[in-house]
């Protein structure tokens, strides 16, 4: 029989089944493996084969195996007991194998794009923050762990900052970083060797799985590796609030992009019953420091009254490394000349102002801000 709302009892109890069975299908879907010693080297393991072939990375290659065997042999027969129930000692080494895991997945994705300077800052800053992880013997019930570094407000992966830039804001995510029943976690910077840096950044928000912090003064930290340190708490019954061992992760600030560019404007001037000659209009070297720059120089013609074209080539160099040549690119002597030089940079001659420009973009590479 059909009720006065268009189902029957058996029809209500079907669509009610439906929406059950969805919904756990959904939520099957989106549960992750619970974290375990085994999972934990599944994570390495693939993060470790992600890793493109470079000499540069076979340290941080070697390091990860040797994590991975570390946990391997310490896990035994527990390595598919949840990380919840294991001793502590083992708790520690899963927990912080994943946490390693997780930035070299982080790496993979930052890095793409990026040019061989801002992978060489970026592995350096990941080879140390999986050094650290790997060195930590602390081992409590609960152990907090850093498993990435974000730019904000834009979450991409951050490894390396530039000396000389603006305020920064970041997180750090991972987990156990806060106990809302405790004070906020202390976190400080300082150099590889542990002495504090003398601009520190300031703690904004806290969850346990992230931290939002703001370093206004980051500008001023001189260039190399920065080790971030997270002292968190957690209430204990009858005990009160108490130290958990410590998290870190690693950054590398690196200095402000430099470019050099050298230029050559030449125009060719037709002669009446004689070829087409060359004439050189001048060339120079404009410098530009960081993304976004701009710099101009005016360029006299009166060498050549009547061009029918211009010629302009270049030659670009970033921090003393090898120039790059780039043209000649020629356009009728009406137009003007754009074009895309290494390292993200863009020429141009402008005859109606008489002015080569080189510009810098944005930053293309994501780990570095």
Known sequence: MTSRHGLSARSRSLVVAGLLATSTASLHAQLAPRLSARVSLDELATATAALPVDPALATLRAQLQSMADGLRQAAGSDADTPVDLVGDALRGRIVRAHAAAARVQAYETAAAGCQAGDRTAMQTALAQSVKLLAAAVDSAKVVPAIDDVQSMPTPESLFAIRAGGGPLAFALTGSDLFDSQCPSPQVRATAADGVALAHQPMLTGALPARLELKWPDVGQVPAG?????????????????????????????????????????????????????????????????GAGASVSRNVPTSACAEPSAYRLSASVSSAGGAPSAAGPFIQPAQASITAGLPGGLTLSWDPSVQAVFVRAGAGTCKGVR
């Open 225 to 289: 590796p920065v080790v971030l340190h997270v002292v968190a708490q957690r209430k204990v019954f009858l005990l009160g609030c108490q130290a958990l061992p410590e998290a870190t992760a690693v950054v590398e600030v690196v200095p402000a992009a430099h470019y050099r560019v050298d230029y050559v404007l030449e125009a060719v001037c037709p002669a009446p019953g004689e070829p087409a000659r060359t004439v050189a209009l001048g060339r120079g070297t404009l410098d530009l420091a």
